[in-house]
Nanobody, 118 residues
Framework: QVQLVESGGGLVQAGGSLRLSCAAS????????MGWYRQAPGKQRELVAQ??????TNYADSVKGRFTLSRDSAKMMYLQMNNLNPEDTAVYYC?????????????WGQGTQVTVSS
C-alpha cells in the first residue's frame, strides 16, 4: 500500500504565497513520477508540476515562473507557490506512480484546498 499525505493548503490573498508538502509512505520500491495536480470547481483535474524519471520537471504554462517544485528525499515533495492569483484556487492533489512488491500503479492523496482571494 502507498499513502500520499498533503499539507500546507489554506486561504491567502492575491499576490501571496503558500507551500504545499506531500509525504509518501508505504512499501515503496521506487517512485517513477511524482507531482501535483489541481481541480477547480466545475473544471477538469489538471497537471500543475511534476518530477519525471531522471528528476526533470514539467510545469503547466499557467504556473511557470511562479511555482517551484522541489524534494528533499525520494518520498518528500514540496510545491512553493508564489504570486498566487484567484485562478489558482483549487483542490491540490499529490500524485505518484510508484512500484511496490505487488504492482506499479498511480496513487493519489486526499487533496488540500488552496483558496486565493482577490
Amino acid at each position: 500500500q502507498v499513502q500520499l499525505v498533503e499539507s500546507g493548503g489554506g486561504l491567502v490573498q492575491a499576490g501571496g504565497s503558500l507551500r504545499l508538502s506531500c509525504a509518501a509512505s508505504g512499501n515503496i520500491l521506487r517512485i517513477n513520477y511524482m507531482g501535483w495536480y489541481r481541480q477547480a470547481p466545475g473544471k477538469q483535474r489538471e497537471l500543475v508540476a511534476q518530477f519525471t524519471r531522471g528528476h526533470s520537471t514539467n510545469y503547466a504554462d499557467s504556473v511557470k515562473g511562479r511555482f517551484t517544485l522541489s524534494r528533499d528525499s525520494a518520498k518528500m515533495m514540496y510545491l512553493q507557490m508564489n504570486n498566487l492569483n484567484p485562478e489558482d484556487t483549487a483542490v491540490y492533489y499529490c500524485a505518484a506512480n510508484a512500484m511496490t512488491m505487488i504492482r506499479t500503479d498511480d496513487y493519489w492523496g486526499q487533496g488540500t484546498q488552496v483558496t486565493v482571494s482577490s
